[in-house]
């Protein structure tokens, strides 16, 4: 038992700090601090965050598959089953359909100027008009409809936090960027979770858009 919750404690220690590592790279402070030591990188910053943050993602994965499972704190059988993995499923759907309205090429780095806070416009896609992180709900889905171990417990209790952590630092930014009109898109649509009668219209979200776009012209 000792071994096991040594093995859990870093393999949540492995996660907060790939967490807090992946969050300080992509602060402000930090993409401005790499433009003026070193300009001629800058353009490329993007890319290397991404090649950064899938290597270091190594450690935690690592540590979770060595892991010794324990017994399970749940398992999904007969009906339960089918539930869940059809929920992983569409989950799975949902992010490969929603990969649509964004630009991989510039997501990725390979086409993105720097810094990536200049410029910023209110995109709002069908999911988002739903949930303000469809990326992130579809990653709370697919995490928590698996088979449960008080590792993969620990793990799904770290990624959850930082999502909601990670949301709210990716807001501030956006609401320095985007001011008025982003807060009332945050006033009107839930955070990670979808909610009854939280949602924007197509109509409400075109005009959201508009109101983004000419407090830019300003």
């Known amino acids: 038992m000792p071994d096991n919750l040594n093995n ?7 996660w907060l ?17 790499v433009a003026v030591r070193w300009p001629h990188f800058s353009p490329h910053y993007r890319l290397t965050y991404n090649l950064a943050a899938t290597l270091l993602l190594i450690p ?30 569409a989950a799975g759907v949902g992010f490969v359909w929603s990969l649509r309205y964004y630009d ?8 993105q100027p720097f810094p990536t806070d200049q410029g910023t416009h209110l995109s709002l896609s069908p999911l988002h008009r739903i949930v303000r992180h469809p990326w992130y709900f ?9 088979d449960m171990d008080p590792a993969w417990l620990a793990s799904c209790v770290a990624i959850s ?15 320095m960027e985007l001011g008025e009109p982003y807060r009332r898109y945050r006033q009107r649509v839930p955070g990670l979770i979808p909610l009854p009668g939280r949602y924007l219209s197509r109509a409400e979200a075109e005009a959201l858009i508009a109101a983004t776009q000419a407090s830019n012209q300003i």
């Open 8 to 14: 859990i404690i870093n393999i949540l220690i492995a």
């Open 17 to 33: 700090a790939y967490f807090a590592l992946h969050s300080a790279l992509a602060s402000l402070a930090v993409k401005h601090w």
């Open 60 to 89: 935690p994965l690592w540590l979770l598959h060595s892991h010794q499972a324990a017994a399970p704190l749940w398992h999904w059988d007969g009906t339960w089953r089918w539930l869940m993995d059809g929920l992983a499923l």
């Open 104 to 111: 991989m090429r510039e997501f990725l780095g390979l086409r």
């Open 138 to 146: 579809f990653g709370l889905v697919i995490i928590w409809t698996r």
């Open 161 to 175: 936090l930082y999502f909601a952590v990670g949301s709210r630092l990716e807001e501030h930014k956006l609401v």
